[in-house]
């Protein structure tokens, strides 16, 4: 059981928007502490998509997009395409876990 | 290019040891945190260790605290990871990464992974 809650699955029709939530309590997200979001395809290893809640690294499409408020954060992907077909992942830290960063526990995005 | 290659893992039995290595190229090994994250068949992240640019400063996830080592050697710009007292909850492919900061208490997000070494605690 992960202190950062995502929803399981989502799913959107290709072009359609989608968001994924992330949400943490008042020692992780809610005591300021950034979200970063990973998108991992099938087989493959994780790769950074969002850091520092809303910055994108260079050569992630303006497509994916992040946000913060409060205890929670959320990534939205507009223009859904087929290779979006991932699991995406919240990350920050923990200020009661020891030196903590934490995962979520993760979310399936299909591309019906 | 920005390379993290893992290598080490294997087969265990429940009890025993492995040392995991990641030897990274392509960019200032000792200017940044790095960490260990593994991820069990058909599960999750879960993070498992991290160590500061310096090495002075080394966190770990309280399911292998006391039994897992992380350290790192810059002059051979190497990441290690010494796992003791393996225990079949522990089977998961061990994913190396780099921190986009030289800290890791928070993290600032890793932007560099490695493809992973798998281990495999079983009688």
């Known amino acids: 059981q992960s202190v950062l809650t995502q929803p399981p699955s989502v799913s959107g029709a290709p072009g359609q928007r989608v968001t994924i939530s992330c949400t943490g309590s008042?020692?992780?997200?809610?005591?300021?502490?950034?979200v970063h979001w990973y998108q991992q395809l099938p087989g493959a290893a994780p790769k950074l998509l969002i850091y520092s809640n809303t910055n994108r690294p260079s050569g992630v499409p303006d497509r994916f997009s992040g946000s913060k408020s409060g205890t929670s954060a959320s990534l939205a992907i507009t223009g859904l395409q087929a290779d979006d077909e991932a699991d995406y992942y919240c990350q920050s830290y923990d200020r009661t876990l020891s030196g903590s960063t934490v995962f979520g526990g993760g979310t399936k995005l299909t591309v019906l | 290019e920005v390379r993290l290659l893992e290598s080490g893992g294997g087969l265990v039995q429940p009890g025993g040891s492995l040392r995991l290595s990641c030897a990274a190229s392509g960019f200032t090994f000792s200017n940044y945190a790095m960490s260990w994250v593994r991820q069990a068949p058909g599960k999750g992240l879960e993070w498992v260790s991290s160590i500061s640019f310096t090495g002075s400063n080394t966190f770990y996830a309280d399911s292998v605290k006391g039994r897992f080592t992380i350290s790192r050697d810059s002059a051979k710009n190497t990441l290690f990871l010494q796992m003791n007292s393996l225990r079949a909850e522990d089977t998961a492919r061990y994913y190396c990464?780099?921190?986009?900061?030289?800290?890791?208490?928070?993290?600032?997000?890793?932007?560099?992974w490695g493809q992973g070494t798998m281990v495999t605690v079983s009688s």
């Open positions: 990464a780099k921190d986009r900061g030289m800290a890791t208490d928070p993290p600032d997000g890793f932007d560099v």
């Open positions: 008042n020692s992780n997200i809610g005591a300021g502490y950034d």
